[in-house]
């Protein structure tokens, strides 16, 4: 018997609108970026590698995010180190993900293509921290037990706004060495002593790092709205805490925002951890947890999947109202709550309801919009992710706000969503024209 029988029929009138496809016009980098040739240049003008002698044990981090060709950054960045004669290896910085396992950090890397054979290298996965200090603040201080072995540690890793904090420092390098570095302690502790002072928790044990160990440089990386690299710059050690604010700067001006107000429904292909911190960027969804609503005010967030990436880490679902019951059975429970527990945040945790499939989710969340919008056609968006926005698709309700909006191109004929016989998003009704 079909458990969803009883909901389905309460379902089979609700009508689907037909979407048109938008195309964004959003902020680029540089095009033909040759990521090798800058990465090997900047480290060669930062002035910096001349303190690394032949010899030397150099561990490079590595962090979970998906960024943008991070296996040509560490492999180049391994190969001038060769050159030096030096003996670098990589070593997982990333708090609590992949289940706090070693085994289960490496597999995040092998998902990047970050394997010995790939960087030519050895990876040196371990949870196990050393106790190295304690800042003026008494925040205690650990790192990576390989890390802190070697000789030189380099930090690399993206610049971009933080999902649920903002200050001088968010996500990026400072982070990475508190957080990163520390692995499962270092998230925990830093959670632990609140979202409000984790930019300043950041930046201490950032800065403690940074006078404690030999970090002759960082390699800082800025991604533009497209997902592709726009900057990546080696920054000497005893600057990275005053240039890293600068590059946040900049970082935040390709942050991309769905060019709406106001959104009755927002349709999400799939959430990760590899596409945001939060599964889904809250700068762009206006979503948070922690910092609660903003600009573009969406009514009811639905997701259809897990990314592959993430590995089935469902943390950030807490914003997101429905999903599909594939979502709910492809969820790590463990992994996701250990994500949260790190995390210090209950709430990150929270599980939606979830309909049997894509067609009933989406025609949930028409059927449980309020009375006053039921007079006129839902206000919906639907992308893939939020770290993909250079195309999406509208329904009629916001066709004359997107016409008037020059950043937008809008496809000349509009296309219904066709589902297959599990009532699975299969295909639109037909090509997409501009």
Request: hydrophobic fraction near 40%.
């Amino acid at each position: 018997m079909d458990t969803f029988s009883t909901i389905r029929k309460f379902l089979e009138n609700v009508t689907i609108p037909e979407f048109y496809r938008i195309k964004y016009s959003l902020k680029k980098g540089p095009d033909n970026f040759n990521i090798v040739k800058e990465v090997t240049q900047s480290i060669i003008n930062c002035g910096a590698l001349d303190k690394i002698k032949p010899g030397d044990s150099v561990a490079l981090s590595c962090s979970s995010r998906d960024i943008k060709d991070l296996n040509k950054i560490l492999f180049a960045v391994v190969a001038l180190l060769k050159q030096k004669k030096a003996n670098p290896f990589i070593f997982p910085a990333m708090g609590s993900h992949g289940g706090a396992t070693a085994e289960g950090q490496m597999e995040v890397l092998k998902g990047y293509g970050i394997t010995e054979e790939a960087m030519a290298c050895p990876i040196k996965s371990s949870m196990e921290t050393v106790y190295v200090g304690t800042t003026n603040q008494g925040i205690p201080v650990h790192v990576d037990k390989y890390a802190s072995e070697a000789d030189h540690i380099i930090p690399i890793g993206r610049i971009k706004p933080h999902t649920d904090f903002h200050g001088k420092v968010e996500s990026g390098l400072m982070k990475m060495m508190t957080i990163g570095f520390g692995k499962q302690f270092g998230a925990s502790m830093s959670h632990q002593r609140g979202w409000n002072k984790m930019s300043e928790t950041v930046f201490e044990v950032g800065s403690y790092m940074i006078t404690h160990f030999s970090i002759p440089f960082g390699i800082g990386i800025i991604e533009d709205a497209l997902h592709n690299i726009a900057l990546v710059e080696a920054i000497p050690g005893e600057k990275i805490f005053s240039r890293e604010p600068e590059l946040l700067l900049l970082a935040k001006s390709f942050i991309p925002k769905i060019p709406f107000q106001k959104v009755d429904i927002l349709l999400v292909d799939e959430i990760g951890k590899d596409i945001s911190g939060a599964g889904m960027d809250p700068n762009i969804t206006g979503r948070s947890s922690i910092l609660g609503k903003s600009e573009p005010f969406i009514d009811i967030i639905a997701v259809f999947a897990l990314s592959a990436k993430t590995k089935h880490n469902a943390i950030g679902l807490s914003n997101v109202d429905i999903i599909t019951k594939k979502l709910f059975e492809d969820i790590n429970f463990p992994d996701t709550f250990i994500n949260v527990l790190t995390a210090h945040d209950p709430r990150g945790g929270i599980i939606p309801m979830f309909m049997p499939d894509d067609q009933s989710v989406i025609q949930y969340t028409i059927e449980s919009l309020q009375a006053q919008v039921h007079t006129e056609d839902p206000r919906i968006i639907w992308i893939k992710n939020t770290a993909t926005l250079d195309y999406f698709y509208i329904s009629p309700a916001l066709y004359r706000e997107a016409v008037n909006n020059p950043n937008l191109q809008i496809s000349k004929e509009s296309r219904f969503p066709v589902f297959d016989t599990n009532n699975n998003f299969l295909k639109w009704s037909g090509e997409f024209t501009f």
